[in-house]
């Protein structure tokens, strides 16, 4: 591995060095943390940040001591590489989330990374006697399952490895039998013109039969997710009741959902915490 000359050493801006080390992974396939230090001459910790930015951009895939090209063929990275990003804005949201649920309801939780961590935030919560949640992804009903007072119902089909979830109309017919008041749903994408889509149709199709079963539509979707055009809608925008996201989400698309009437929230780790102590408190408010 080679670097120019003049963007050797302490020269090397951020993000210069970043588009050279991802240049790097895509030539060579792979890159160790070590040698990028050593190259650049930064320390491993500056390289380990570089990498995180890179990942979050999907550029390049992070693993135990440096980092892989991006599968181009691969329309959606795997649960666990997606489950690391943004990983504290999905905790709040998760936490916010939560506290929107009461004892009693029966909820539709898909199988996005935030939705598990909407489901972590239910099980510490203590004194559910009557929970019902429906789900179609296997992380999310193996979180769940067996805590007292969360009855876990699941949706049955094919399994896909890349999402951990279960997709096809197998599961289709449980949404007649049960009243859902909320559906907690992720998406791969979120544009004003439309709304919620997913990296691909059969994910997308299982959440459509989400969307028409919910009475209430709770988008939960951190800012890399806002305007940017997924391949699959599930969910147009006017359908969407509140959204629950971090506070990078971009001021115009916010001004223009709430001039549709579509409450939204922005979420920090201020108020993160607020709705932890809130718990089941549907009162809860969460600054903008």
């Known amino acids: 591995m080679t670097v120019p000359a003049s963007a050797s050493g302490g020269d090397v801006f951020a993000r210069e060095r970043q588009e050279h080390i991802v240049r790097i992974v895509e030539e060579h ?25 890179l990942e979050a951009e999907r550029r390049l895939t992070r693993t135990h001591g440096g980092a892989i090209a991006v599968d181009r063929s691969r329309p959606e990275l795997s649960f666990d590489i997606r489950e690391r990003l943004q990983a504290d804005e999905k905790q709040w949201i998760g936490a916010a989330a939560a506290t929107l649920v009461q004892d ?14 909407v489901a972590r935030h239910l099980k510490a919560r203590p004194g559910w006697s009557q929970l019902t949640v429906l789900t179609n992804g296997l992380r999310i009903a193996s979180e769940l399952a067996g805590h007292p007072g969360i009855i876990v119902l699941m949706l049955g089909g094919r399994v896909r490895w890349e999402a951990l979830s279960v997709v096809g109309q197998l599961g289709d017919g449980l949404f007649s ?17 439309s709304g919620l889509a997913d990296a691909t149709d059969e994910e997308a199709q299982i959440k459509r039969s989400m969307v028409a079963a919910a009475r209430e ?16 809608t599930f969910c147009p925008t006017d359908q969407i009741s509140i959204v629950l996201t971090d506070a990078g989400a971009p001021d115009a698309m916010v001004q223009a959902l709430e001039g549709r009437g579509i409450r939204v929230r922005l979420i920090g780790a201020g108020q993160a915490g ?3 102590t809130a718990g089941s408190s549907s009162a809860t408010r969460f600054a903008r």
């Open 217 to 232: 539509i709770i988008a939960i979707v951190d800012r890399t997710k806002w305007e940017r055009a997924a391949f699959a």
């Open 104 to 117: 009693g309801e029966s909820i539709v939780l898909d199988a996005s990374t935030t939705a598990l961590s």
């Open 274 to 276: 607020a709705a932890q």
């Open 177 to 193: 039998r049960i009243n859902i008041q909320k559906a907690f749903l992720g998406a791969a994408g979120f544009t004003l013109e």
């Open 29 to 53: 396939g792979r890159a160790r943390v070590s040698d990028l230090a050593a190259l650049f001459g930064v320390s491993a910790v500056t390289i380990r940040k570089d990498l995180v930015a």
